[in-house]
């Protein structure tokens, strides 16, 4: 039996890996004072057609939605900033002061699965609600930036950054884009020519050969912003620039989604590949409004973990495994006392042996790949010790039942 397309289960040393981006994320998190939230991975399906737009491809082509037993349109949570938007509103935190989330779960979409890119997927995630305010993009950025850096994957990285302005402004450019994607129309790829109407911005985003050829043609978004746009741009990257952030500006950069506006921003790890987006984010000011809440501003980012384990160098989440058993069944409250008396060590991981002879216990803690083994022999416990065997020196000696979890800290 298969598991379904597009989706994967995760074990052994991937499990190991997935935790720990998912660990490094959260420490980052809490250490800059966001708050932790989770959202059901099933919402109300116009949460999403508001918010993402009728004509953006998570609600044309890749949404998974259905109608419920009881007449609801639901979806299966395609991205997680919409989900935190309605949690803000639905649980009364617009007022709290601390309006800094962070979250990471799997996320739906029906997409053709590829390297990178798979129909479940998990991500990790932080929203910022508040005024606007350039420092804010400034410091998620700066979030990012040690995330990355954490899990030694940054020098692999190119962070591009980009503006789509305000609403007005963006309107005065998608009117000039699609008048020039109108005069080469024939140029373009059949997927580009249905977004003309429908979403022009995301045809910059095209990977298509045909496509990317006319981009060094193409009105630049930056010739249409108002002054305040402008402004708001100029001192987010003079920011970056102080801190010594590397960016590049890419003029070309969109985020495909109705709801962002101003700072759009991607950390890609290789131009020649369709997915190459490990972690990207942008600003949307006025999601909060069009879902029935207050006018509050918004910015956040989201990485993908499949993507981040496809370019972080092997780790070694290795344990030293200890078998414990007892040479006598007399002996097995004993044993289990002492192992539930022993002290949790992320180094080590402890197995109970049992079934067969003396012979047959060892045997299995090799198969088990054991480091060494705690054996509780009659005549040791009678002195309240316990016989410690490390198999890779071949020694043996006896450790004082008390004294247990201080010689396990020496073995690692």
Not at 40 to 45: N, R, T
Not at 353 to 370: E, R, T, W
Request: net charge positive; hydrophobic share 35%; glycine share 6%.
């Amino acid at each position: 039996m298969n598991s379904v397309k597009g989706t994967k289960d995760i074990f052994g040393k991937t499990v190991l890996e997935h935790d720990h981006v998912v660990k490094t994320f959260e420490d980052i998190c809490v250490f800059n004072n966001f708050k932790k939230i989770s959202t059901p991975i099933l919402e109300h399906e116009n949460i999403f057609i508001k918010t993402l737009g009728v004509s953006s491809d998570i609600i044309s082509k890749e949404m998974y939605n259905f109608k419920d037993q009881g007449g609801d349109y639901l979806v299966l949570r395609p991205e997680g900033t919409a989900a935190i938007v309605r949690a803000l509103i639905t649980n009364s935190m617009q007022e709290d002061i601390n309006k800094n989330f962070f979250y990471h779960g799997p996320m739906f979409r029906r997409e053709k699965p590829q390297s990178g890119r798979l129909r479940q997927f998990h991500q990790v995630g932080l929203e910022v609600f508040g005024d606007r305010n350039f420092l804010d993009d400034v410091r998620i950025i700066i979030l990012a930036e040690n995330f990355l850096s954490t899990l030694n994957i940054r020098n692999k990285l190119k962070l591009q950054i980009n503006t789509l302005g305000d609403s007005k402004s963006r309107k005065r450019y998608i009117i000039e884009l699609q008048k020039f994607l109108k005069n080469n129309y024939s140029k373009l790829s059949i997927d580009s020519r249905k977004k003309i109407e429908t979403n022009p911005l995301r045809i910059l985003d095209s990977k298509d050969e045909n496509d990317r050829n006319l981009f060094s043609s193409l009105p630049q978004i930056i010739d249409f912003l108002d002054s305040n746009s402008r402004d708001f741009f100029l001192e987010t990257t003079k920011m970056l620039t102080s801190l010594d952030i590397k960016f590049d500006i890419n003029p070309f950069l969109v985020r495909g989604l109705d709801y962002y506006n101003h700072t759009a921003f991607e950390y890609i790890f290789s131009e020649s590949k369709s997915q190459n987006a490990v972690l990207a984010g942008g600003r949307y000011d006025g999601l909060v409004k069009s879902l029935g809440g207050k006018d509050l501003c918004g910015i956040g980012w989201a990485a993908g973990i499949e993507r981040i384990l496809m370019i972080m160098d092997n780790m070694d989440f290795s344990q030293k495994i200890i078998g414990m058993f007892s040479t006598s069944d007399s002996l097995k409250t004993q044993l289990l006392k002492t192992y539930n008396s022993l002290k949790l060590n992320e180094n080590i991981s402890f197995n109970l042996i049992d079934g067969g002879n003396f012979k047959k216990k060892m045997s299995k803690a090799n198969k088990l790949n054991c480091y060494g083994c705690l054996i509780l022999g009659e005549d040791e416990w009678k002195e309240k010790k316990i016989i410690w065997k490390n198999f890779q020196t071949g020694n043996q000696e006896n450790i004082p039942i008390n004294s247990i979890d201080k010689f396990l800290e020496k073995i690692y």
